[in-house]
């Protein structure tokens, strides 16, 4: 099946891009999505990992117009704010209008960022107008081609691009995809043939997540006119679930030490995702 920038309702459901929306267009939804960054599990951990990649990737920026694109409940926009207070000029763009209501509430009215309900396929924004866009977890969830040439369009030369994507390779994804999954979908099937009532049945909703291989990313920056500069696997882990769910509740040390959740090298393919920075040529 291709996905393309037009809507397509598939044999087996809903349109890709309908199960994406429905899963973030609700206040529940967006605050959900923000606790998800709080505690010990391995969402938890998955954030922090995450967080740390993107702060290594920012290190050497001076600052500037930077777009938060997907932007969610705002948790990256408020962590900029306070960790990087007055170098950046913030806008924050999301397609469901709950998440953004959500970063309104977490940046609050003292802060000077703009927000914006926004496909990031079709932004409302000039061409060459930041000089940082940030994209995390959302290019799974859209055409990233036509995702990156729009955010090539808005970039400045000689612009820097961040972008998140899970990793297809990694033994977490390959369990979680392959395994996981499918058997609580099994287990859901069962369950409901046996008379379960379908509020303790397992299930496992469709995400319309579709992740891509870094030298498929690669090329897809290249196409748009990105030249791919660094690669960093976070989150790194032996660990499969539903087993991660235990251990990482006993084992801690991520939050002191992210960087031992991130790779350059040997250890890559254990990340569950990577992030990756480009830039746009300075005569663009
Ligand atoms: C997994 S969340 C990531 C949120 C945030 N960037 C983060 O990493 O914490 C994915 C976000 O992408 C947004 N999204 C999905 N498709 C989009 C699209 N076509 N245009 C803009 N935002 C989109 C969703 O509404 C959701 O808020």
């Not at 994406?20 to 709080?38: C, G, L, P, R, T």
């Not at 990737?57 to 704010?81: E, F, I, M, S, T």
Request: net charge positive; with cysteine.
């Amino acid at each position: 099946m291709s996905f393309s920038g037009t809507k397509q309702q598939t044999s087996q459901g809903p349109a890709r891009e309908d199960l994406v929306k429905v899963q973030y267009e609700d206040a529940a939804a967006a605050a959900n999505y923000a606790a998800s960054f709080e505690g010990w599990g391995p969402t938890a951990r998955y954030h922090w990992s995450r967080r740390y990649a993107v702060g290594e990737a920012l290190k050497d920026c001076p600052g500037g117009a930077l777009l938060d694109v997907g932007c969610g409940p705002g948790v990256q926009v408020r962590y900029l704010l306070d960790e990087r207070p007055g170098e950046f000029r913030i806008t924050a763009c999301d397609q469901s209008a709950a998440m953004i209501a959500a970063t309104a509430e977490r940046v609050g009215t003292d802060e000077d960022v703009l927000l914006s309900v926004a496909d990031i396929e079709d932004m409302p924004f000039g061409d060459q107008s930041f000089d940082v866009v940030l994209a995390m977890g959302v290019l799974e969830y859209v055409d990233a081609g036509n995702a990156l040439r729009e955010i090539a369009r808005v970039l400045r030369p000689g612009g820097l691009v961040v972008a998140t994507m899970l990793n297809p390779l990694s033994p977490y994804r390959l369990f979680e995809w392959g395994v996981f999954w499918p058997a609580r979908r099994v287990a859901g099937f069962v369950e409901r043939w046996c008379g379960v009532p379908p509020h303790r049945r397992h299930a496992a909703r469709k995400t319309g997540i579709h992740a891509v291989r870094p030298a498929r990313l690669r090329k897809l920056l290249w196409q748009s006119g990105l030249s791919a500069e660094d690669i960093a696997f976070y989150d790194v882990t032996v660990l499969v679930p539903p087993f991660d769910r235990l251990v990482r509740r006993w084992r801690r040390g991520w939050r002191h030490a992210p960087e031992t959740t991130v790779s350059r090298g040997a250890r890559w393919w254990l990340g569950t995702a990577y992030l990756m920075t480009a830039r746009q040529s300075t005569s663009a």
